[in-house]
C-alpha cells in the first residue's frame, strides 16, 4: 500500500500540447501599422481561428527582439494582452528574449506551461515592427543579435558574420556561390504561394547571383529583409482539446541550446553546436529520425545558414548539402525546406519570425496551405536560431 | 545607447592588445575571459593580464558595403576573423591594404587606428585594426 502510493506520487503527469489556432499579419513594410496593430491583429485571428473566447487564454507569452530599442516600448506581453482585450483577466504575461530566436523561445516556455499541467491555454504572440526608423539604424540595432563589444563595435554585422562564415565553408568545402543562391530561390519560389510573405516575386538564379553587394560573397539575394509583422499560436492541454472537441496539431518535442555568443570564440566557424544540440534533442524526445521529417523551416537569415543547418540537423553530411539544393528542397522534393518562404522570402520581422514557422506548420497539417501544400506531411522541423548561432531552438510538430 | 561607459571598461585590452591568460592551464584569452573555459573553477584568482604579439593570420575575411552609421565613411571595409600567433582569434579590420590582396591564410599585424565615430555624440572610439604583413 505504502509503496504503491509512493511510486504514483513519482509518476510524471505531462501533458500532450496542441497549437489549435493561428493568426498572422502580413509580412512586409506595413507604414500604416503601428506595433500594438500588428500584435493585436495576430492575436485575434489566431484566438478566433482556435474557436475560442478571449477569456480562456489562461497564460500569454509575448515575443519581440527590437520593440524596446525600435518602438521605446518594453513589456510586450502585457501590450497585448491589455489591447487584445484581456486586461480584467489579469492573467500572467511576459515577453520572452532570445533576439532572433525570441519567437521559438517563447512558444518553448508556452509549452513547458502546458506541458506541466500548470496552465490549459496559452496565447504566445510575437511581434516586429522594424521599419519605423531608417534602415541603416535598424542595421545598427540588428547588430545586438551579435557581441556587442568585440564584434559589432569592430564595424562587424550580421550579414559580415555570414559572409566570413560563407567564405571559409565555400573555400574548405569547394562549394559553389550559386548553391547559396539557390536557397533564395527556393524561398522566393514558396513564398510566391504565400498571401502573407514580405516579397511575392520569383526569383532566377540570375537574378540571385547579380545583386547588389551587402558584405562579399553575400549579396542582397542572400539576406534576409527587415520586416514589420506578427505571428500568433494558441496553446492548449490534451484534456482541453478533447473537453472542447478542438482540432489541433501536436507540438511533438522542443529542444534549445546555446553556443558561445561571439564567432570568433567557436572552435568551427560554419559548425552550429546550439542548433546540432537542439536538433539532436528534439529528434530524441519525439523517438523519431530526420528521415523521418516531412518539411523543415530553417533559420535562414543569410542564404549559407540554411546550407549549414541542414548538414547540423542531419539531413547531409558536412560540407555537402549543397547535393540537396537542387531539387531536394523544392516543395515537392524529398525534404521540402521553408514551404512558408522562409526568412529570405516570407520576412523575417524578428521576434514573430519563429512563431510564423508555427504558423507555417500548423496551416501545413490542416491541409490549408493552399498551394505551397506539402503532400501528406508526417513530421515537421522548426529551426529558429539567434545571431550567428549562439541560441537554437529546434521543434518537432505533427506526428498524428 | 549607454556605449561610453562600456567603451572606457575595455578600453585598455583595446588600445594596446592586453589578453588574459589561465595560471592554471596555460591558455590565452582574447577577448579577456575572467574564467577559464577548460579549468573553470580551478582557474578563479589564477587569470593574469598578458600583452599580445599583434601578428596573427586571416581565417576568414569579407568586404562590408551595407554598413552602421557609425562607419559610413569607412564604406566599403574589410572584417576579418583573425588567427593570433598566441591562439585566441579575434574579429577586427584590414586596413591600409590593398583589398584585392585579402586572402585566407595571409600573415597581418595590429596597427593602431580610430575604429568607429558616433555620429550624435560626435565621439570617435579607437583601438586595434590590421595590416597585411609585406
Ligand atoms: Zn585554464
Redesign the interface.
Known sequence: MRSSRRKSFLVRTLTDVYIVGSGETKYGELWEKSLRELAVEAGLKAVEDAGIYSKDIQILYGSSSLAGSINGQNDIGSLIADFSGLASSNIPALRIEASSASGAAAVREAYLAVRSGEYDVAMVGGVEKMTDIYGSETLDLIGTTLDREWEWFMGATPAAMAAMTARKYMKDFKVEKESLAMVSVNDHENASKNPNAHFRNRLTLEGAMGATMIADPLNMMDCSPMSDGASAIVLASDRYVKAHKLDGVKIVSSGISQDYLALHSRESFYRLNSTAIAGRTALSKAGIKASDVSFLELHDSYSIYALIELEDLGFAEKGQANQLVGDDIKLNGSIPVNPSGGLKAKGNPMGATGIGQFVEAYLQFMGKADGRQVKSPKYGMLHNMAGTGSTSLVHIVGGA | ?GELS??WR?SSHRYRLVGHKCGNCGTVYF?PRDICIKCHRESIGKISECNLSGKGEI??????????????R?RP?A???IKLEEG??????IVDSDMDEIE?GRKVSAVFRR??EDGKSGLI?Y?YKFVLDG
Open positions: 545607447m562600456s567603451i575595455e577577448p581565417v576568414s575575411f569579407t568586404i562590408v558595403h551595407d554598413v552602421p552609421p557609425a562607419f559610413a569607412q571595409y572584417m576579418a576573423l585566441p582569434i579575434l574579429t577586427a579590420q585566407i575604429i568607429r572610439q583601438g
